[in-house]
């Protein structure tokens, strides 16, 4: 008899829970089996298999009364690989013993689970794996060898794990305590590592032979494992569980047990000294703050982790300096590898079969590698060359679905499980692309066997049409949508704008600065002759992004914003199928045009491969921007903020590899500027399913697209043409060499441009809507966004005034020497366009987009007869000091045109408060010009706020105002509640709030979007 119930408690997570009844037939088998055992026990010769043998009947016996011990005892087993169990032709793992004990416990009791695609994607996954074995058999006999016959076993083990986690994670009452179980199941794994840590002795059975003698004068821990590579590797399972318990536990004191767990493991993780687990383990962190929305509790991570890494440096940092054959052997593994692919991309070589190949290869006695554990050290590649490519994809639609099936289960529930698997699944997808963590049978059974419990979790769910209760019922799951007409959530606001550009800048703040360090890794690589050929595609890939009609995604958010949130669907679809006949009709001309054109041939095939990165570069607003408009209407763009910032780190690995690879020009090109599919699709992916985008077509749509936007369109043009017709100028006059030098000065200003098009997008709305109230509200509004650019602009542009030199030397080395004093100009040119957009918004807002192309276009030719006479004169300094006036002279006749909204003089005059406040840091640089910067950054940040604060210029209530929009959130609970709070968020005792508090948001004017580029 089978029946449904559930687990009534208030602190546990209520799980359907299936009730059995043990036939009497299964005690007495029991029983029976126990009497057998204690008979053999009596006439073995050693008493201690006669304890064991009762301590085995003893778990078996309770794993049958309760199937999640069973679950328990493999993952208790599996970090246990050093105690072998010695049988006739066989060295067996203890974690075997225990899965099998699953595997019975399945048989007997026969849970019913419906399966869903990813247990089949996983028989599809063995089917393959056993065709690549049938292909190339290879069985061994000998127990110290690692064949193919082994490699193919645990391929089973993991996904029998994986089935059987489905089958009996509905025994489960409490999910939280038992994962809870799961980590302190461990506890003998982290004692190891402690001992090891101490250099304290331990018993022979718990260590792999000849691994203490091998790793002790590396300082590293192994663990009870093979090495320490495999201890590292298995430890990220655990860290990405004691992470999920951390943060989504059921009980107080479940949450702080996960995080000393957490704790302890990443201690362990750096004590091992894998890069690929720290890694892993970092990133995995990252996530999994980011989905359960800890932000600040981010930032004081990262802050902890920075100061402990700068103090304990000198300790930490040996045990992760390998010997650089650790990093020249993979990369020849890997090169040799993608040809043995090439080769054979169908079935593969077999498994376990590289060694043989291996063998066959010239290798230096010093380089060479154990003649049966040779492998490719790295996952993807490994099943690619084993398998086949068919083999490859399998795997990744079979981790994919997983975690899909994860992020929907978590996004729908808030649930502990969804969460631990897939953080489980993420950190060995990271670490696969250095290392092999599914390799490893403890690991990978792990792995398995906690993806399939959560799988079974939600399957089980949702039959029997239960939902899972949020851990905190009283904030909605991240998943679900609020309509717009019912939610004061959903309406746009000023605090919901300025929390959309606070935490875009602070995303770029964590990963903008990884890409300065590649710019240098490039830079150093290339030249500047190759850099600068590099460089010279961009401008052409920014005009065929302006011939797809930039214009009319200013006119999507303004029609998505008018609409009700049913019928954006329609318009976004009808724009996606516009913007890509305009996209691919001009990549077609540009083409072209490449072909007609006196170009290198190297060159002309770099700039014919990069424009097909317009449907989905994230450098240039090409047809993935239609993708966006929907996130950018309502107000929630977390997930491209996420997405943008996962890509430039994908684009920092891939740059990293392209130089330890050693590859030429052409191949440098196409990986870096294709580095940006894999985000497309994700975020292409996410869009269709929360707006409903289906590509469509239609002439009239299409009419009213491209036609509706030719104005818009024909400022970005103006734009465009200021901004990039000095590199073409530059190649036409001087070459590449000096086009290179200029290329680096713009990689130095260009992240400060991103930030000032993210300001002045979020602060649009607002300059719309204050119009309405008057000259008085608009003139106050841009006065404070004046003083607050001039805050954060005037001591950055000093600070790099002064330090360009070293700047420019850090980046790009002796050979870009001379760009000190282009840097300089551009930067202080960077500066100004800041000035000059908030103009460009304030005119927009104050209905003078007619006038805005005719100063713009006063600035393109003022900017191209600059070059045509300076670049020939100053080669590079010339154009620079172009780009200067043309920018400078752009703010003033913007000035003239808002001369009857602004107050002008007034605001001048706190730019110039602003400048006399920054005074004693120029001094300070001056005085200290050849100090270093981790000298100089510091002081001036000081010195900065300091003289702000004495000039008046910056005050405490601006402290008081980011605190408020960041943290609190009194305004929106005060704003939705209306009458049943009688006090006002402005009622209480606080100081008086800045001018921005004042001003509603609106979203029914077109944002200014221009073609970015990112070298």
């Not at 460089?535 to 009700?564: E, K, W």
Request: proline share 5%.
């Amino acid at each position: 008899m089978w029946k449904w119930c559930t687990l009534i408690s208030p602190k546990a997570e209520i799980l359907p829970v299936c009730e059995r009844y043990t036939p009497t037939w299964m005690y007495i088998a029991v029983g029976l089996v126990f009497l057998l055992v204690v008979s053999i026990s009596f006439i073995s010769p050693s008493s201690l298999i006669a304890l064991l043998a009762l301590g085995a009947i003893a778990l078996g016996a309770g794993a049958f009364l309760r199937p999640q011990l069973a679950l328990l005892l493999v993952f208790a087993a599996a970090g246990l690989p050093a105690l072998l169990i010695p049988v006739p032709g066989h060295t067996m793992r203890l974690v075997e013993p225990a899965l099998l004990l699953c595997v019975v416990l399945v048989v007997l009791y026969r849970p019913t689970v419906k399966l869903g695609i990813s247990h089949a994607l996983a028989l599809l996954f063995v089917g393959v794996a056993m065709i690549s074995f049938i292909n190339v058999p290879d069985i061994s006999t000998n127990l110290d060898v690692y064949a193919a016959d082994k490699r193919l076993y645990e391929i089973l083990l993991g996904i029998v794990a994986f089935f059987c986690g489905t089958f009996l994670v509905s025994y489960i009452k409490n999910i939280s305590s038992f994962l809870l179980a799961l980590l302190l199941c461990n506890i003998p794994l982290y004692l190891i590592g402690l001992f090891q840590a101490l250099h304290w002795p331990l018993p022979a059975g718990l260590e792999f032979p000849g691994a203490r003698a091998s790793l002790l004068a590396e300082g590293r821990l192994w663990g009870p494992t093979s090495g320490a590579a495999t201890f590292g590797l298995y430890l990220v399972n655990l860290f990405a569980l004691a992470l999920a318990c951390w943060l989504s536990g059921t009980r107080k004191w479940e949450r702080y047990a996960g995080g000393a767990v957490a704790l302890v493991t990443a201690l362990e993780i750096i004590g091992s000294g894998t890069r690929s687990a720290a890694l892993g383990s970092a990133l995995v962190l990252v996530i999994a703050l980011l989905l359960t929305r800890r932000y600040k509790m981010l930032l004081m991570t990262i802050a902890v982790g920075v100061l402990c890494g700068a103090l304990f440096f000198k300790d930490i940092a040996p045990l992760f300096f390998h010997a650089q054959t650790s990093i020249s052997n993979r990369l020849f593994l890997w090169q040799y590898a993608l040809q043995l692919i090439l080769a054979h991309p169908w079935l593969g070589i077999g498994l376990q079969q590289f060694h043989l190949y291996y063998g066959s290869l010239i290798v230096s006695p010093d380089s060479l590698l154990n003649a049966h554990g040779v492998s490719v050290h790295q996952q993807y590649l490994e099943l690619a060359l084993e398998g086949g490519i068919g083999w490859f994809i399998v795997a990744i639609l079979l981790l994919g679905s997983i975690c899909y099936a994860c992020w929907e289960s978590f996004k729908r529930s808030w649930h502990l499980l969804p969460l631990a698997a897939l953080l489980v699944l993420l950190a060995n997808i990271v670490t696969g692309f250095f290392d092999v963590p599914l390799d490893k049978a403890e690991g990978s059974i792990c792995l398995f066997l906690l993806a399939g419990m959560a799988l079974g979790c939600t399957k089980l769910a949702v039959a029997q049409g239960s939902t899972i209760v949020p851990k905190n019922p009283s904030r909605p799951a991240p998943g679900k949508d609020i309509p717009a007409s019912t939610s004061g959530d959903a309406r746009p606001n000023a605090r919901k704008t300025v929390r959309t550009i606070a935490f875009q800048l602070l995303f770029w703040g964590l990963t903008g600065p990884v890409m300065f360090p590649v710019t240098a890794l490039l830079t150093h690589y290339l030249g500047p002759d190759q850099y600068g050929e590099y460089s010279f595609t961009l401008p052409f890939l920014a005009i065929c992004a302006l011939l797809s009609g930039t214009g009319m995604d200013q006119l999507i958010i303004r029609r998505l914003s008018h609409l009700p949130r049913e019928r954006w669907s329609e318009h976004l679809s009808y724009a996606a199928g516009s913007r890509l006949l305009s996209t691919g009709m001009s990549i077609v001309s540009i083409c072209l045009l490449a072909l007609l054109l006196p170009l290198d041939s190297e060159l002309r095939n770099m700039l014919m491969l990069g424009t097909l990165s317009l449907f989905f570069s994230y450098s240039f607003n090409g047809w993935r921007s239609i993708f966006t408009h929907g996130f950018r209407a309502e107000q929630k763009t977390t997930v491209l903020i996420v997405l943008e910032s996962v890509n430039r780190l994908i684009t920092a690995c891939v740059v990293v590899l392209v130089v330890l690879l050693h590859l030429p020009l052409l191949w440098a090109y196409v990986l870096i500027i294709y580095s940006d599919l894999p985000c497309f699709l994700v975020q292409v992916f996410i869009a269709r399913r929360r707006f409903g985008i289906r590509i469509r077509f239609s002439l009239p749509w299409m009419r009213k697209h491209l036609l509706g936007s030719l104005s818009l369109t024909g400022y970005d043009a103006l734009a465009l043409i200021t901004n990039q017709a000095d590199i073409l100028l530059l190649e036409w006059f001087t070459g590449s060499a000096q086009v290179g030098l200029y290329a680096l000065a713009l990689r130095i200003s260009d992240p400060l441009l991103a930030m000032a098009f993210t300001f002045m997008n979020g602060l649009y709305p607002l300059l719309c809507s204050t119009f309405e109230k008057g000259r008085t509200e608009f003139a106050r509004l841009y006065h404070e966004a004046m003083r607050i650019l001039s805050l954060a602009l005037l001591p950055l542009s000093i600070f790099v005034s002064m330090e360009a030199s070293a700047i420019v030397r850090l980046l790009g080395g002796e050979r870009f020497a001379s760009a000190d004093i282009i840097v300089q100009l551009l930067f202080w040119a960077t500066a100004i366009i800041f000035y000059s957009q908030l103009a460009v918004q304030s005119c927009m807002a104050a209905n003078m987009e007619r006038k805005i192309p005719y100063v713009a276009g006063v600035g393109t030719v003022v900017n191209i007869l600059g070059n045509l006479i300076l670049i020939p004169l100053y080669q590079a300094v010339g154009a620079s000091v172009a780009s200067l006036i043309s920018e400078m002279l752009s703010l003033i006749l913007f000035t003239v045109l808002l001369r009857r909204h602004v107050a002008v003089l007034r605001t001048c005059l706190v730019v110039l408060q602003v400048f006399l406040g920054n005074l004693p840091m120029l001094a300070f640089l001056w005085w200290q010009q050849q100090a270093s910067l981790l000298l100089t950054i510091p002081v001036s940040v000081a010195l900065a706020i300091a003289g702000s604060i004495a000039v008046r210029a910056l005050t405490w209530r601006d402290v008081l105002l980011v605190r408020r929009f960041l943290f609190s959130r009194g305004i929106e609970r005060s704003s939705e509640t209306g009458s049943r709070d009688p006090r006002s968020y402005s009622d209480r005792n606080s100081p008086p709030i800045p001018v921005f508090t004042d001003f509603q948001d609106v979203s029914n004017c077109p944002t200014l979007i221009l073609p970015r580029i990112r070298v």
